[in-house]
């Protein structure tokens, strides 16, 4: 029968009912999504040497003949050792595996076998634990193997050897980069990227093939950015009028003073606010740099023209220290709404006061986590700020900025990631950038 890549998993050999329900539980159910399930590292097998010219600490391929094979118990008794010899034209080397008794069946001596590990110097020289494969073929030794996650009863073994036979579908893959793309940037077509990521001939196709599904992954945000700012540029947004007067007592009254690069940021988020399209703007900074009073002005900017705020934070522990930082600085009441906690600024409420105050326009800053996200939240805010943007998913971002449906809320991302190299001193880490 003819494999392709929508052809079952359970068509793949030695991928039995067991197999099937292991690999599904990892998202894999046919063909094609085992070509996408890409290792997470690799062992380098691929020299080939002699096993009278072996080296302690070298990782290796040795190819030659079982001389011998015998189990023994260790000092302690609760390991059995298995010891052997192989030979070929250059010398001998030791074998030891640890509690493989079955060898003794099935490695009968005379069997010429290729085997892959690293080389133990501490007790001669020796192999230990190394990988058994018949000579010729070449999936687990002698090459840059791949290692994947593992779950219920797959095998490593069992995996990489369905996953060789799958790649034979890899032509059916349709590759959807323009050519002169490929071209310009000399990466190889998606097929061969991907037989590159799975059994690579060597550390520059790997590299390659690597290089050209990380683009792929990251050109493929970009389009999906690209399609969420057309979107919303399509619809109508909560212009926040500037007002100036309030900004100015905003600032003094906080407990210090702002630096240059925090009244710059803040004037820019601002601005974009007033505008006639939503803003859709990164704030970078350092750990400490300032960021929350960044976001605390302009929350509150649009507070004091009459919209909502909706703070997303990754975990409890960050929403929970954002909460006290804005009851603090909005001095006002600020809505925490995480799976475990729900506030009224410092009062702890049940999840139906606080959705009630929600609800009824009595909390217009909530701050809380993926619990926001929930369909039972009814949030219509008019800015929307992403702490650590990156821990969360695009499609999460997406669901929340599409939450109020005609109206396009101002998005505000936070990160303390660099994405630009700013020539910078302590008191001008924090930067604003317009996406």
């Not at 980069?177 to 990521?197: F, K």
């Amino acid at each position: 029968m003819a494999i392709h890549l929508n052809s079952s998993v359970s068509e793949l050999p030695g991928i039995g009912g067991k197999a099937v329900q292991d690999l599904k539980n990892l998202g894999v159910s046919s063909v094609k999504d085992l070509l996408w399930y890409l290792p997470f590292r690799y062992d380098d097998f691929s020299k080939v040497t002699g096993a009278g010219k072996v080296r302690s600490g070298e990782m290796v391929t040795v190819i030659g003949t079982i001389q011998s094979l015998a189990s023994r118990p260790s000092k302690n008794r609760k390991v059995k050792l298995v010891e052997g010899v192989i030979a070929d034209a250059t010398g001998e080397l030791k074998v030891v595996w640890f509690n493989q008794e079955y060898l003794e069946r099935t490695l009968p001596v005379g069997s010429t076998v290729s085997l892959a590990g690293r080389v133990d110097g501490r007790f001669g020289l020796s192999l230990v634990n190394p990988i058994i494969e018949k000579s010729g073929a070449q999936v687990h030794t002698g090459r840059i193997v791949p290692i994947y996650g593992l779950t219920g009863s797959l095998t490593m073994r069992r995996l990489r050897e369905a996953i060789n036979v799958a790649l034979c579908c890899a032509d059916e893959m349709a590759e959807w980069l323009p050519e002169e793309v490929i071209e310009h940037e000399s990466y190889p077509s998606l097929c061969d990227a991907l037989r590159g990521v799975h059994f690579p001939v060597s550390q520059q196709v790997l590299q390659a093939s690597v290089a050209r599904l990380k683009f792929d992954e990251l050109f493929l945000h970009q389009l999906l950015f690209a399609h969420v700012r057309s979107e919303r540029a399509k619809r109508p947004v909560h212009s926040i009028p500037i007002n100036e007067e309030f900004l100015r007592v905003f600032v003094s009254a906080l407990p210090f003073q702002l630096t240059n690069a925090q009244r710059k940021a803040i004037w820019e988020i601002v601005q974009d606010m007033a505008g006639t399209s939503s803003m859709n703007r990164l704030l970078e900074g350092d750990v400490g740099s300032g960021k929350t009073v960044v976001a605390a002005a302009a929350c509150a900017s649009v507070l004091d023209a009459g919209h909502t705020v909706v703070y997303l934070a990754p975990t409890e522990i960050l929403a929970s220290q954002q909460h006290e930082a804005f009851c603090r600085l909005l001095k006002k009441p600020v809505g925490l709404l995480t799976r475990t906690q729900q506030r009224i600024g410092s009062e702890t409420v049940t999840k139906d006061e606080l959705l009630n105050a929600i609800r009824l326009g009595r909390i217009r800053c909530v701050i809380g986590t993926h619990a926001i996200l929930e369909d039972y939240v009814e949030l219509q805010p008019a800015l929307v700020i992403v702490d650590e943007q990156h821990r969360f998913g695009v499609e999460q971002r997406h669901a929340l900025l599409q939450r109020e449906g005609a109206v396009a809320p101002h998005l505000l991302s936070m990160t303390a990631r660099r994405f630009h190299v700013l020539l910078r001193s302590r008191s001008t880490v924090i930067s604003s950038f317009r996406f």
